[in-house]
């Protein structure tokens, strides 16, 4: 048991040098999923690895080491449901031992059979504080794949990898509201030059010259920003950009 656990140590450098060399949370997850199978494998056969990321407000991420575990996780979001799936959304570990006597899932198991998988093992990550919502997918063609060595295995190394993962989210997150931010003040700068246009040509207020944009923008059925985009290009004003200090 010690020796196990001590094997584990390195992970926490791995996930950490993860982190570093990948540009976003989607080449982080890829990496982190490859290095997953690569270290939960063992000699009695290679396991496939994919890992699920449920963000708020954002289309899932599914990361894989290979095609198997690519082609896996799809065919529950297919479905509907799954193992992995409840795994991720329920945060609670999932083990299927032989998919031949399960029958949670019955459709998604026939078909996870059919492409050769007999065990699947999936582990929650730890995301305290978070809306996002992460599970370990793991998938073994031997029944029984996973005993109970290796779920603890499983168990310790997401433990480890908690930490890198609730990382790359945040720094996703910090990512996504300074483009929000940056997006939100380049359209407030264009709308508000075609709101002076206005007021130049009509002598009205502020006030109804932004009506005018809106009734435009609804008449049209086209995005706000875009009608003042149309008003500026017409007055010669040209292309627009927000300078940032």
């Given at each position: 048991?010690?020796?196990?656990?001590?094997?584990?140590h390195?992970?926490?450098?791995?996930?950490?040098?993860?982190?570093?060399?990948?540009?976003?949370?989607?080449?982080?997850?890829?990496?982190?999923?490859?290095?997953?199978?690569?270290?939960?494998?063992?000699?009695s056969?290679?396991?496939?690895?994919g890992?699920?990321?449920?963000?708020?407000?954002?289309?899932?991420?599914?990361?894989y080491?290979?095609?198997?575990?690519?082609?896996?996780?799809?065919?529950?979001?297919?479905?509907?449901?799954?193992?992995?799936?409840?795994?991720?959304?329920?945060?609670?570990?999932?083990?299927?031992?032989?998919?031949?006597?399960?029958?949670?899932?019955?459709?998604?198991?026939?078909?996870?059979?059919?492409?050769?998988?007999?065990?699947?093992?999936?582990?929650?990550?730890?995301?305290?504080?978070?809306?996002?919502?992460?599970?370990?997918?793991?998938?073994?063609?031997?029944?029984?794949?996973?005993?109970?060595?290796?779920?603890?295995?499983?168990?310790?190394?997401?433990?480890?990898?908690?930490k890198?993962?609730?990382?790359?989210?945040?720094?996703?997150?910090?990512?996504?509201?300074?483009?929000?931010?940056?997006?939100?003040?380049?359209?407030?700068?264009?709308?508000?030059?075609?709101?002076?246009?206005?007021?130049?040509?009509?002598?009205?207020?502020?006030a109804d010259?932004?009506?005018?944009?809106?009734?435009?923008?609804?008449?049209?059925?086209?995005?706000?920003?875009?009608v003042?985009?149309?008003?500026?290009?017409?007055?010669?004003?040209?292309?627009?950009?927000?300078?940032?200090?």
């Open positions: 048991m010690e020796q196990q656990i001590n094997d584990q390195p992970v926490l450098a791995d996930v950490q040098d993860l982190l570093l060399e990948t540009p976003d949370v989607e080449d982080f997850l890829t990496e982190l999923a490859r290095h997953s199978a690569g270290r939960l494998s063992d000699s056969g290679p396991v496939f690895c890992i699920t990321l449920l963000r708020h407000r954002r289309a899932a991420t599914v990361a080491s290979d095609h198997h575990a690519l082609l896996l996780d799809e065919l529950q979001y297919q479905f509907k449901e799954g193992p992995c799936l409840t795994c991720c959304k329920e945060q609670v570990l999932v083990h299927i031992p032989d998919l031949e006597r399960d029958n949670t899932w019955p459709e998604y198991n026939q078909v996870a059979r059919q492409q050769g998988v007999r065990s699947i093992l999936a582990v929650p990550f730890a995301m305290p504080e978070s809306t996002a919502r992460a599970g370990l997918n793991l998938y073994c063609e031997r029944p029984r794949g996973f005993d109970q060595l290796a779920v603890q295995r499983a168990t310790e190394y997401v433990e480890q990898a908690s890198g993962l609730r990382l790359a989210v945040l720094i996703a997150q910090h990512s996504q509201t300074a483009a929000d931010l940056r997006a939100a003040m380049e359209s407030r700068t264009i709308i508000d030059m075609a709101v002076g246009i206005i007021i130049a040509q009509n002598r009205c207020s502020q010259a932004l009506e005018l944009i809106k009734r435009a923008s609804s008449n049209r059925n086209v995005k706000l920003r875009d003042a985009a149309s008003i500026v290009e017409s007055a010669g004003g040209g292309s627009v950009s927000t300078h940032f200090t």
